[in-house]
Every structure is written in C-alpha cells, then in structure tokens.
C-alpha cells in the first residue's frame, strides 16, 4: 500500500530536550516536505526537499533542522524545542516532476512542548 | 498580503443545500490548484485539483477557476453531515511547493 509513515503520532516533551519525527514513504517520491498546522494559520511549510541532499528552507524554518540521506526517509529534527513549537506536524511527499499531482500526507504528529 | 487566502467561516449550511467555498490567490504565474478535506486531527485529503479556467465536476464537487481574477471556488452540492470539515485551498507555487490557506469550516446542519 503507498504511504508516507510519521512516527511518533503523539509527542510530549520538555523545552530543550533534542527529538526527531521519522517520516519514511514507499512510492519512490523525490519530493518530500514538512509541514506545521496552527490554529487559523493553515498548513505553513518548515522544509522540504526536491531530491536526497537536496534540502531548501520553506516560509518557517526556524528552529528546525532535517536531513536527506536516503530517498524515501526525511526526518525533521528539532535539536532544543521550544512551546512555540507546540503544532500539528505533517509530511508529505509527490514525484518531483509531478507539480500537479496531489501531495500524500502522513498521519500527522501532535507536538506539546512544555 | 496572504499568498492564499480563504473565509475562515465558519460556513454552516443546511443538509441538502449548496456549500460554496472561496479562495484568491496572489501569485500570478501559479498553474495548478487544489482543495483538500480535512477532519479535525487527521490529515488532508484531495477531494478537487484544477489547473485549466472553467468549471470541472465530480459527483457532488464542482471546481471552479478563474485565473484573471486569481479566484478559485469550491462546491458542494446536496451537502451531507459527512461533510462537515475544514477545506484548504491550496496552490502550487513556483513548481516546488504547495502553498496553502488557512482553511474554511464547514458545518452542514441535519
């Protein structure tokens, strides 16, 4: 079955404590992309990545780090979180040359950061 | 300026009547659009993509698109409890990412 897989789904953690969300897919995508849900804010991207060590800043990247190493893992690193970091996460992904595909999204991972 | 801005509702119709979402857009040169469907705490899924001015139609989801406006619209005809989400307008931009809005809260009223 194609999937995008995020792990964990729930998340608590502490202000400065390092954690990493894994998200891995199966389709063979070279697009892959992170994203933040907030309240009345939509779905703003953090990072996203046309290819493996190919990584660019989306609108708010600020806190956050990710990595490309293999074509189907993206993990998002956030090395000391803070609670502004507190958000909906979501990963997708889509074939790079397929700009009018839809994107498949993960599950999603609920951050508190207290 | 929002790069895609959409009513935040929330919009709340009666079963069986006409649901009509809006979005503009900013980006001039942006050449595919979509709407996704979102459940409170699950993740979006595609229920419209258009790329072309006009309508296009499936089922009860009509699409419409006007690109000298910068104007995109969704539909929903005979609307369900069921249907009862929020709807993000979403756009491609610069062919390396989705833009998206906010999103519009539909509630559909038995």
């Known amino acids: 079955e194609a999937q995008v897989t995020q792990n964990p789904r729930y998340l608590i953690t502490v202000t400065g404590k390092k954690l990493t969300v894994t998200c891995s897919q199966n389709?063979?995508?070279?697009?892959m992309s992170w994203y933040r849900q907030d309240p009345g804010l939509g779905l703003r991207q953090i990072y996203y990545?046309?290819?493996?060590?190919?990584?660019d800043k989306g609108d708010v990247p600020e806190g956050y780090k990710v990595s490309r190493k293999e074509k189907r893992n993206f993990p998002l690193i956030l090395e000391s979180p803070s609670p502004n970091q507190t958000s909906l996460y979501f990963c997708?992904?889509?074939?790079?040359?397929?700009?009018?595909?839809?994107?498949?999204f993960g599950s999603g991972t609920q951050l508190s950061v207290l | 300026q929002k790069e895609v801005e959409q009513n935040s509702g929330p919009l709340s119709v009666p079963e069986g009547a006409i649901a009509s979402l809006n979005c503009t857009y900013s980006?001039?040169?942006?050449?595919?659009f979509f709407w996704y469907r979102q459940y409170s705490g699950k993740s979006p899924e595609l229920i419209m993509s258009?790329?072309?001015?006009g309508d296009k139609e499936d089922g009860r989801f009509t699409a419409q698109l006007n690109k000298a406006s910068q104007y995109v619209s969704l539909l929903i005809r005979d609307s369900q409890p069921s249907d009862s989400a929020t709807y993000l307008c979403?756009?491609?931009?610069?062919?390396?990412?989705?833009?998206f809005g906010a999103g519009t809260r539909l509630t559909v009223k038995p």
């Open positions: 990545s046309m290819n493996v060590e190919v990584t």
């Open positions: 979403a756009v491609n931009h610069n062919n390396n990412d989705m833009r």
């Open positions: 258009i790329y072309s001015n």
């Open positions: 997708a992904s889509r074939g790079r040359d397929r700009p009018n595909e839809k994107l498949f």
């Open positions: 389709m063979n995508h070279e697009y």
């Open positions: 980006d001039r040169g942006s050449q595919s």
